[in-house]
């Protein structure tokens, strides 16, 4: 791996007085000596930070092949846009225009840039290939294009029936990709019950699916991993415990132990009026945990309304029916995460980070 990047000259003390070149030297001599090794025939990774000329190193690079190879189409430069491969195309045309003309620049990196394009340019007479007139013989692509120019060169073993093209939304073929796999339903194979079990949690809605399936194969990158492990369920099971794990200890470090009983009595009495087990022995502060998950809910559908935004006021469908001792409890002070202090009846989770979690879910 070959790393490179010319440091900032200029470097003075606290005291003003400058610091020594000698440093600086010998890191410009290492970039410079990496890239000059980045130009051999050989395999290379380059990082450099932005600025470092890391486009200029790849078109010196690509000259110096062209003046080794037998043909330019045996050199292929592949980027994953289209600009950044118009941007190299546009390096390399110029730099062959300009040692065609013979002006050599005064910069010591182009002239490494004039000095190889010149070399590349003996070549292409040499051989007759005419850069200059035929720049199109120079392949600097997409990963995209490559791909499908090698499914145009093999028509039979692709299989596509006609001349393969890219799209930009490929949302009507993961449709058709998915409506396909619930097609194995109706089948006797090895994934019929697969599907089976997947419609099952859907009610046998078949476009609800089909729909989700495409939305996965439109994110396959995130799942493709995934789906090799041996237990995939057991992964994502974990996973999911860890995520909730996290975030109901964001939540417990404002709904700290103090706050939780001061809640307490209310939540009991709430729990009471709607026949609601949950909270009903509520005793001690919850911890952060998925085994107390269920209790965590609870206190968030007490917290938050059906939006997730905190409640503002409470009534009998909350466990607060009219009558002197909902009066009492409504009127209670619970206090307010971070310091604040309010009413059950004017928001007890004015400030509760429940909102943001989404327990329900």
Not at 18 to 24: G, I, N, R
Not at 86 to 99: C, D, K, V, Y
Not at 128 to 142: A, I, K, N, S
Not at 256 to 281: C, K, T, Y
Request: proline share 5%.
């Amino acid at each position: 791996m070959e790393t490179y990047g010319a440091p900032s000259a200029g470097h003075f003390r606290p005291d003003g007085l400058p610091v020594s070149s000698a440093p600086t030297d010998s890191l410009l001599k290492d970039d410079e000596k990496n890239r000059q090794r980045a130009l051999e025939l050989d395999s290379f990774i380059v990082e450099a930070p932005a600025g470092a000329g890391k486009t200029e190193l790849l078109t010196q690079r690509y000259l110096h092949l062209l003046a080794t190879v037998d043909s330019p189409e045996e050199i292929i430069a592949i980027t994953f846009t289209n600009k950044a491969a118009g941007e190299m195309r546009s390096r390399i045309q110029e730099s062959l225009l300009l040692a065609a003309h013979g002006v050599a620049p005064d910069q010591p990196h182009k002239l490494i840039t004039f000095s190889l394009a010149s070399a590349a340019l003996k070549r292409s007479r040499e051989l007759g290939w005419d850069l200059l007139t035929h720049p199109g013989r120079m392949r600097l692509t997409t990963i995209d294009a490559l791909c499908a120019s090698l499914a145009r060169q093999m028509p039979l073993l692709s299989r596509f029936g006609a001349q393969p093209a890219t799209i930009e939304d490929a949302s009507r073929h993961y449709l058709d990709a998915a409506q396909r796999a619930l097609e194995h339903l109706e089948g006797d194979d090895e994934y019929a019950e697969t599907v089976a079990v997947a419609l099952d949690y859907l009610d046998n809605d078949t476009t609800q699916l089909a729909g989700l399936l495409a939305q996965m194969l439109a994110r396959r990158e995130q799942w493709t991993e995934l789906s090799a492990l041996d237990d995939p369920e057991l992964a994502v099971d974990e996973a999911l415990h860890a995520m909730v794990d996290s975030e109901l200890v964001r939540i417990t470090r404002v709904l700290d132990g103090q706050w939780q009983i001061r809640v307490m009595p209310l939540a009991r009495f709430a729990s009471a009026n709607l026949h609601n087990q949950v909270l009903e022995n509520w005793i001690a502060p919850l911890a952060a945990g998925n085994i107390e998950l269920t209790q965590w809910r609870a206190v968030a559908d007490l917290l938050l309304t059906q939006k997730d935004e905190p409640r503002k006021t409470v009534n009998v469908k909350n466990g607060f029916p009219a009558g002197k001792e909902s009066k009492a409890q409504k009127g209670r002070d619970v206090g307010g995460a971070g310091g604040s202090h309010c009413t059950a009846s004017s928001g007890i989770a004015t400030h509760s980070p429940l909102a943001a979690f989404h327990p329900r879910q």
